[in-house]
């Protein structure tokens, strides 16, 4: 029982680790542009999907990794460059406009993802046995591709209060008026976040189509899966996001094995549903929303 | 307001230029054959096949004359996978384009789905619909031209219990073919003597089946059983071996039936257990002869979806060649009065159009080739038996 | 009445649809019913999402519930498909008001995902109940002539409903609430109530397109009932018409079900990335769609509700029943405290304010006056104290209420109606406060008048000089009638013409007894007219009394420092 409970919490908070990176490049993209970017699951699916190709050449998962994330990138910047940065965000409609934007592209995201690679769910087997220590018993693959969620969503953390080109984002955040009056160029600031918004979600892509099959349309319930850590978490609170991962991940595991997967399919939503009712500041955050 | 009224008047006019291009030009020296497939969606994959063997079946009638020397053309639209377009193209062969003759779409939902209006259309379908609900007489038109899912998995429960398997973990997707499919599973096993130690059913979104093996692991299952589709049966696979259930035999449904299987698995895919209506090294009659076209004109194996739709065709232009015309009470009425040799073995209908003739193989995946190891007298390896550990 | 073109247009389309619904084949009429059934989805998307302003990316969940609802009524409660077509929109109402309550509380994006999530969870309930993925069939089919015709009719209730609906007090309410929805409160819209309308009607809408899909197909399966594409399509549909509109929906849902056609017999692949390219390439270039693009050329403009005020001639408008006797205190603040985490931005201030009296509130920036003001609308919760407004405690009411009870209120920076025009802004709240049509014209007529406003009635407030918004906003707040107006800077960036007529209409309300309270930073706009002057720092009453003696107080000039004495003693001069 005890090791059951164990194996349970465990594997939860590895799913975490990937749930915090598939989490954080949205987080990134809503702290900076105040864009909820709902393409986001879609340019998850494809990073894996691009993983799949590169596996098919004989490239190991984790060193497809940059590669996809690189890809994501590019996609990402040219986005936001050719058609987001062209979308009027002010004004009472301006959150309506990014949201209808976005909704369409993830529709064309994931129908270019149905054209190269088509309909079937896919996935790419890599390190498939487990570790046993003492009776508890986790896949490898879900170890190693956790520690790398967990350590790519931490570099860029750091990446953030740390350095100067990080803290440039950051000050964008906070006041993309007082950022521009201390010179920084807004809009590459905003080229260079949605891009590595995209190339985080190209890099959960690749870590997590070797944990579970994607297909082509599997990206909008991930969108609401990233979503829900970081309104768990507290939108742009990045310990919150780090919290609210592992308590999805615990959540999901446990109910799944209690209740059965149906009910783990649901409770993402119950979750998010409840949070955004009950705690509409997320877990950690203060003061109200409005 | 003029601009508002020429509005009107444009989406007026785009509205009759729609209607009118629907309205197709009439070639009397056809034979139209019409049905949907899922080039999108879900269900493209088996779908695509599905076609192909239309395709082929129809070039090859084609070759020898046509039907009363007319060639037979292929009429055929997306559904997208989902039902509801297949009805409403349906309606449109039917309606619109006034086919001859009809085959089923793919997928038992969507076969389903659009055997009411065929059936009061009074036209004879072959549905590729595996539940026997909808073959309780009520459409008569519409007949089987599958294996009935409850049985599906007679011959492994059968292969199973000569093994000596005891104890069954059952798990499967909660749609509806799987649904079928494990009601059958327990039947067989309850005839055979053994215990359905653990059954969950899933969503079929489920992709982490984590969680559920380590439910399966605790009771320790003789047979690890899962009426599945391809994704969930590779999860169920992947989740077995990263927790090392110790299980006598492994066997899914759909899933290890697909080339993608042993792909998507590499070594985990070894000595699990499928099923399969067909098989290319089949003896049965014209079957060496199909795979050789359908890889010279496909430049791929078929699977056996493909054998299915070839079939069907085969069946359909074979009963309107026989009585002499495409009057389809005659058809129907000659289908179902015997057994017909197809590229899956003997094709038979009960009264009320259920497929009571060919049946299922077993098959499992060894050094990365699928073999057929079950029934004995067809197959072309020796099962790997008791599951030998994972590595 | 002359009969405007569109709807001539409209009858031409409605018959050409009915012949081919009548006499054309099996596929055309399955062409029609499907672009009708569009229609209706995209009308009924357009009351929430298009006129409330909440974007629902859910509304499927309604119409797949409707689907549910009657397949269940007709398999198991053999109802015939018209009792299924009144039963499932009723059910969906039912299901709609509560989960409309809570979900109506969030804002923005949070809504629009919770509903997203709400769709897929409809659909997971429905593949693990009723039979699970399997679908199920009906017996009960109609031939695709009947399904078309009743589509068709469906669809011309829709629009003439939607014609009713922008037209109405309560589609005025819902414009409001979509363009500012505090604003709303403030005019004394109970927005929640409203929003949950909006909210069971456009699940109503949904609801009985489910149930006339589920009887032109005859099968029904949980992806076809909670199918994303179908959400897309109908969001794209209302977007290239024109979200909001009274006809975008209809120029929408034709010109996409049938480009959807065309699109999927040609390139059935590449359909979902070219109609999703259009939604983006909408969202950018031309967010107004269709509608806007005509709207800009004058066509097919929205007609301002109840318009035009009617003509002068002098309409007696009913003085309202004064609840509280003269001389009595109207509005009493008590220890009124407010926390921002460990800062307290109102620090327990007292305020008495009497009848017809004109109070100023001065204090630098950041003192608490906005705050306060926020505490006595119910627009903020006290952490401490309490606030009486005519001897009677107002509790935790909602701001709509409190302004609707005779509190009411402007805004430090002007909190307009974008897409309403100078007149519906004051005919909103005055039919806040009028139950009767007439009573509500009449008296939002006679505001406009006495503020200047009615020769501009038509404008939008966009196309004011600052100062006339400004003036709006205090037309807006007198049309509740109000025992208390709260004044927060109003008369800033005014002319002095303005503010001679800001002071008359004050004047005016003045001496039917309604108190002023005013904060202000322009300080002579205030004392020239003040009784009473409240001095406010770091959240604390500092000085209170006339103005005179106030500007002359050591302690106020002290709070003053950073503003310059200059000013102060030119106000005291001014107001000596």
Not at chain 1, 76 to 87: D, T, V, W
Not at chain 1, 248 to 257: I, P
Not at chain 1, 261 to 274: P, T, W
Not at chain 2, 299 to 327: C, E, F, I, Q, W
Request: aromatic share 8%.
């Amino acid at each position: 029982m005890l090791v059951t409970i164990l194996t349970l919490a465990l594997t939860g908070v590895l799913w975490g680790g990937v749930y915090l990176l598939m989490a954080s490049g949205l987080n990134l993209i809503y702290g900076v542009m105040k864009i909820v970017n709902l393409a986001h699951g879609d340019f998850i699916v494809v990073g894996g999907l691009l993983t799949l190709t590169l596996f098919e050449l004989h490239v190991n998962p984790l060193a497809a990794l940059p590669a996809a994330a690189l890809v994501m990138f590019a996609v990402g910047a040219l986005i936001q460059r050719g058609i987001l940065e062209r979308l009027v965000t002010a004004g009472p409609a301006g959150e309506l406009r990014t949201l209808l934007a976005t909704f369409g592209m993830s529709y064309v995201v994931s129908n270019v993802g149905l054209l190269l690679w088509g309909a079937q769910v896919q996935s790419v087997p890599f390190l498939e046995g487990s570790v046993d220590a003492f009776g508890i018993r986790l896949p490898e693959n879900l170890l190693v591709c956790s520690a790398v969620a967990f350590a790519f969503a931490i570099a860029v953390h750091i990446w953030l209060t740390r350095t100067m080109s990080g803290k440039a984002v950051r000050a964008t955040s906070q006041s993309a008026v007082g950022a521009a009056a201390c010179g920084l160029s807004i809009r590459r600031i905003r080229v260079l976040t949605f891009g590595l918004g995209c190339a985080m979600a190209g890099a959960a892509g690749s870590l997590t189509i070797t944990l579970i099959p994607f297909q082509n349309s599997s990206g909008g319930p991930l969108t609401v899966q990233a979503f829900t850590v970081i309104a768990l978490g507290g939108l742009g609170n990045y310990v919150g996001a780090f919290l609210a991962a592992v308590i999805l991940g615990v959540a999901e595991v446990t109910t799944s094995f209690v209740f059965g997967s149906n009910a783990a399919a649901a409770v993402v939503y119950i979750l998010f549903i409840l949070i955004l009712v009950f705690r509409p500041q997320g877990l950690l955050g203060r003061s109200a929303r409005v | 307001m003029i601009t508002g009224f020429r509005r009107n008047t444009a989406l007026i006019a785009l509205l009759a230029l729609t209607l009118a291009q629907t309205t197709p030009v009439r070639a009397a020296d056809t034979i139209k054959i019409g049905f949907s497939v899922s080039e999108t969606g879900a269900l493209a994959a088996p779908s695509i096949f599905d076609r192909q063997g239309y395709e082929l079946a129809a070039d090859e009638v084609n070759a020898h004359g046509g039907l009363f020397g007319k060639k037979i053309e292929l009429v055929h639209y997306d559904d997208q996978s989902t039902p509801s377009t297949a009805v409403a193209l349906y309606q449109k062969l039917i309606t619109d384009d006034k086919v001859d003759l009809v085959m089923g779409p793919y997928s038992s939902q969507i076969n389903s789905a659009v055997t009411p209006i065929v059936d009061r259309a009074k036209l004879v379908m072959p549905s590729m619909d595996a539940n026997p609900t909808a073959f309780d007489g009520s459409h008569p038109f519409v007949f089987q031209a599958i294996a009935q899912t409850p049985q599906y998995m007679a011959p492994m429960i059968d292969f199973a219990a000569r093994r000596g398997v005891k104890t069954v973990a059952l798990l499967y997707q909660n749609s509806p073919f799987p649904t079928a499919l494990a009601s059958g599973i327990k039947d067989e096993a309850q005839k055979h003597g053994m215990k359905i130690v653990f059954e969950e059913a899933y969503p079929p979104a489920t992709t982490d089946f984590g969680p559920l093996l380590l439910k399966v692991a605790a009771t320790n299952p003789d047979l690890l059983i899962g009426g599945t589709f391809l994704a969930d049966a590779e999860g169920i696979v992947r989740a077995a071996k990263s927790q090392n259930l110790h299980a006598k035999m492994y066997a899914f449904s759909v899933g290890p039936v697909e080339p993608e299987f042993s792909r998507a698995l590499g070594p985990a895919a070894e000595n699990i257990f499928g099923n399969t209506l067909w098989f290319p090294s089949l003896s049965t009659k014209g079957n060496a002869e199909f795979v050789k076209a359908f890889r010279a004109k496909f430049n791929r194996d078929p699977d056996y979806h493909a054998a299915l739709s070839y079939a069907a065709l085969k069946l359909m232009t074979t009963a309107a060649a026989a009585v002499g015309s495409l009057d389809q009470e005659k058809i129907r009425t000659w289908l179902h009065g015997r057994t017909i040799d197809t590229v899956l073995g003997p094709f038979k209908l009960s009264p009320t159009g259920l497929q009571t003739g060919f049946s299922s193989y077993v098959i499992q995946w060894q050094k990365e080739k699928q073999l057929l190891v079950w029934p004995p007298q067809s197959a072309t390896g020796t099962p790997v038996f008791p599951h030998p550990g994972w590595q | 009445m002359r009969l405007r073109v569109e709807w001539i247009a409209l009858a031409v389309c409605a018959s050409l649809s009915a012949l081919v619904a009548l006499g054309g084949n099996g596929y055309q009429q399955q062409i029609v019913f499907s672009t009708a059934l569009f229609v209706v989805l995209a009308y009924g998307w357009n009351v929430i999402s298009g006129l409330t302003g909440y974007l629902s990316f859910g509304q499927i969940a309604f119409f797949g519930l409707g689907a549910y609802v009657a397949v269940g009524a007709i398999l198991v409660l053999k109802l015939p498909w018209y009792a299924a077509a009144v039963v499932a929109p009723l059910a969906a109402v039912c299901v709609a008001i509560p989960l409309g309550s809570v979900m109506l509380r969030l804002q923005g994006v949070f809504f629009t995902l919770g509903m997203f999530g709400l769709g897929r969870i409809g659909d997971i309930v429905a593949s693990s109940v009723s039979g699970g993925a399997m679908g199920t069939s009906i017996p009960e089919v109609a031939t695709p002539r009947e399904s078309a015709s009743v589509m068709i009719v469906l669809a011309l209730g829709a629009i003439v409903f939607t014609h009713l609906l922008i037209n109405s007090k309560l589609g005025l309410r819902f414009m409001a609430i979509r363009d500012d929805e505090p604003a709303a409160r403030a005019a004394g819209v109970p927005t929640g109530r409203i929003k949950v309308t909006a909210f069971a009607i456009s699940a109503a809408l949904a609801a009985l397109c489910g149930v006339m899909y589920v009887w032109n197909v005859g099968y029904l399966d949980p992806t076809s009932a909670f199918s994303g594409t179908t959400e897309l399509q109908v969001v794209l549909m209302v977007l290239v018409g024109g979200i909001g509109s009274m006809w975008g929906p209809l120029f929408g849902a034709v010109l996409i079900a049938l480009l959807g056609q065309v699109l999927w017999a040609r390139f059935p692949l590449e359909e979902q990335v070219i109609l999703g390219s259009i939604t983006v390439l909408m969202a950018v270039a031309m967010p107004g769609g269709i509608s806007a693009i005509l709207q800009a050329r004058g066509k097919l403009t929205r007609r301002a509700v109840w318009s035009p005020p009617p003509d002068a001639r002098s309409i007696d408008v009913p003085t309202r029943i004064r609840t509280v006797a003269d001389g009595d205190p109207v509005l009493v603040c008590e220890a009124l405290v407010k926390r921002f985490g460990g800062v307290a931005a109102v620090d327990g201030v007292d305020l008495r304010i009497a009848r017809g009296e004109v109070v100023g509130i001065i204090g630098p920036n950041g003192a608490g006056k906005s705050t306060l003001f926020d505490l006595i609308t119910g627009f903020a919760a006290p952490s401490a104290g309490r606030v009486l407004f005519a001897n009677v405690p107002i509790g935790r009411q909602t701001p709509d209420a409190i302004a609707r009870r005779g509190i009411a209120r402007t805004f430090q920076t002007s909190r307009l109606f974008a897409t309403l025009s100078v007149w519906e802004t004051v005919l909103l709240a005055a039919s806040s406060v009028n139950a009767a049509r007439g009573a509500a014209i009449a008296e939002a007529r006679r505001i406009l008048a006495q503020v200047g406003l009615l020769d501009v009635w038509s404008r939008l407030p966009e196309a004011l000089p600052p100062g006339k918004q400004r003036l709006l906003e205090i037309a807006r707040a007198l049309a509740l009638r109000p025992d208390v107006l709260l004044l927060d800077e109003a008369m800033a960036g005014m002319t002095a013409d303005e503010i001679a007529q800001v002071h008359a209409a004050l004047r005016f309300a003045v001496g039917n007894g309604c108190a002023v309270v005013a904060i202000e930073h322009v300080l002579p706009a205030i004392a020239t007219i003040a009784d009473r002057v409240y001095v406010l720092d770091f959240g604390t009453v500092i000085a209170e009394g006339p103005p005179q003696r106030v500007f002359s107080d050591p302690i106020v000039l002290d709070a003053y420092i950073g503003v310059g004495t200059s000013v102060l003693d030119e106000v005291a001069a001014g107001a000596r």
